[in-house]
Structures are given as C-alpha cells and as structure tokens.
T-cell receptor, first 112, second 113 residues
Framework: DAGVTQSPTHLIKTRGQQVTLRCSPISGHKSVSWYQQVLGQGPQFIFQYYEKEERGRGNFPDRFSARQFPNYSSELNVNALLLGDSALYLC???????????FGPGTRLTVL | GESVGLHLPTLSVQEGDNSIINCAYSNSASDYFIWYKQESGKGPQFIIDIRSNMDKRQGQRVTVLLNKTVKHLSLQIAATQPGDSAVYFCAEAQGASYDKVIFGPGTSLSVIP
C-alpha cells in the first residue's frame, strides 16, 4: 500500500513568490494535517482538515492557506514568501481526527 | 504560552542497553500524548501513544510512562539497536477534537555499536 505522498520533493523560490504544495493521503484516510519543520526543531502545526473542512489552525499568518479536495488530497498555499518560510513541510493523514497520523516524506522549500 | 519540551537534546547509548527519553509538558489540561521517531530525510513515524487515563503503555520494545502529577512523559526503549538512532519527539494533542498536535523540540538518540 502506498503511504502518504507529497509533491514536489524539493522547491526553490524567491522572496515574494507564491508556492503550492500537494499531499495525497493514504487511501481511505479522511483527515490531512500540515506541519512546518524548521531545521533542528520539531514540526509546527499549521492546519488540519477533515472531510474537506478546516478543523484546526496553528499560529501561522494568513499568507498560509490550505484546502482539501473531494478525493481527500490537499494543497497548502503560501503567498508572499519570506526567507523564514524555508523549511520542510510535512503532510500527515489519518482515518479520523483521533487516529494515529502517518507522515509523508515532506517537501523541502528553500526561499532565496 | 503552553508548550511541550524535552529535558535532553542528545542521548548516546550502547547497543543493547535501555534508553530513556524524557519530556515535560506544561498544559495540565492535555490528555493525549504521542511519541514519534524521525530518521534523517524522512517524516516522523508514530511509535506509541497514551491517554491521560493511563500511566503506562507498552508496545514492542517500547514503553511510555505518564506522570500527570509532575506533567512528565518518558519513552523507554529496551535493548536499543543501531536502527533506533533517530530524533525522537513527544507531542501533545490539543483542541476539543485533538485537532492540533504540538511537538516538542526533539531528542537525538545515537546508538553506539
């Protein structure tokens, strides 16, 4: 069975640009969460979606937005990129909100 | 603000010995905790979880202990193996539906062959 997949694996952008990251959950999983992991730190919660609705939001500016599609895949959008947005962006899926989360390998975003 | 943190940033153990990784949390209302393992270049991997109505839970070679009185979690790994070398995170699920997972800063475990 395929695990959580994320695309692209690596991305380089410049300040002020916009980026869209994609996540496909494990088949049958209805919840997707997004995390930002800066080098040397633990993942920081950004969003959680369940059944296509936003169910949780972390302390991130409005430049960060996300959505979940009918097939439960998800996109994370970041506008007006800053140097500090450089990080590994992780997606995790679970069957329900209270279930064990399975993480994807992440997308490494570098902002120059 | 409320946060989850770890006592030790790095830990080196001899292969075959037991490892203990500690974690302190500050939100006394938290009632669900998870331990994750993250290997280099990979996303975190679920190890074990525990709810606040328990003080101990065992898995395969791992045990999580919860002390709600002092708001402390620990992860014990028995007979540590080289494959256990990784960064370990404790995490705390918050929100009415546990919809927000707060990670601690992590402990790097290095197993000496």
């Amino acid at each position: 069975d395929a695990g959580v997949t994320q695309s692209p694996t690596h991305l380089i952008k410049t300040r002020g640009q916009q980026v869209t990251l994609r996540c496909s959950p494990i088949s049958g999983h209805k919840s997707v969460s997004w995390y930002q992991q800066v080098l040397g730190q633990g993942p920081q919660f950004i969003f959680q979606y369940y059944e296509k609705e936003e169910r949780g939001r972390g302390n991130f500016p409005d430049r960060f937005s996300a959505r979940q599609f009918p097939n439960y895949s998800s996109e994370l959008n970041v506008n007006a990129l800053l140097l500090g947005d450089s990080a590994l962006y992780l997606c995790a899926s679970s069957f329900r909100l209270l279930n064990e989360q399975f993480f994807g390998p992440g997308t490494r975003l570098t902002v120059l | 603000g409320e946060s989850v943190g770890l006592h030790l940033p790095t830990l080196s153990v001899q292969e075959g010995d037991n490892s203990i990784i500690n974690c302190a949390y500050s939100n006394s209302a938290s009632d669900y905790f998870i331990w994750y393992k993250q290997e280099s270049g990979k996303g975190p991997q679920f190890i074990i979880d525990i709810r606040s109505n328990m003080d101990k839970r065992q898995g395969q070679r791992v045990t999580v202990l919860l002390n709600k009185t002092v708001k402390h979690l620990s992860l014990q790994i028995a007979a540590t193996q080289p494959g256990d070398s990784a960064v370990y995170f404790c995490a705390e699920a918050q929100g009415a539906s546990y919809d927000k997972v707060i990670f601690g800063p992590g402990t790097s475990l290095s197993v000496i062959p």
